[in-house]
């Protein structure tokens, strides 16, 4: 059983930064790849980006690479995505979660077995 809780979140003009990190308690954290998910108003909820067991690897929704980096520390249990020149359209609750397996530009919810409360982000001037 792994529980998540995501923090970082807030207000943040265009082209501003922001650093999101989801912190694990358990001691099988690094048996899992992390995903970072995301619902804007009004919509579905959207695959952002994900990080393998060991952080040697990572996925990224297009419209975010370049802009967003995942990263994870197994030593602290946490996974983190530093969120960089960030647009209006960036504007969603972000949920980071666990998951089954590495489903390299196929990721899907029911691939999740953990799922944090998620963490506000808000960008606009």
């Known amino acids: 059983q792994v529980q998540l809780e995501e923090s970082g979140g807030g207000l943040v003009q265009p082209g501003g930064s922001l650093r999101l990190s989801c912190e694990a308690s358990?001691?099988?954290?690094?048996?899992?790849?992390m995903v970072w998910w995301r619902q804007g108003p009004g919509k579905g909820r959207e695959f952002v980006a994900a990080?393998?067991?060991?952080?040697?690897?990572?996925d990224y929704v297009d419209s975010v690479k370049g802009r967003f980096t995942i990263s994870r520390d197994n030593a602290k249990n946490t996974a983190s995505l530093q969120m960089n020149n960030l647009k209006s359209e960036d504007t969603a609750a972000y949920y980071c979660?666990?998951?089954?397996?590495?489903?390299?530009?196929?990721?899907?919810?029911?691939?999740?077995?953990?799922w944090g409360k998620g963490t506000l982000v808000t960008v606009s001037s």
């Open positions: 358990g001691r099988s954290f690094s048996s899992y790849p």
């Open positions: 990080v393998n067991w060991d952080g040697s690897n990572s």
């Open positions: 979660a666990a998951a089954l397996g590495w489903y390299e530009s196929d990721w899907y919810e029911g691939g999740m077995v953990f």
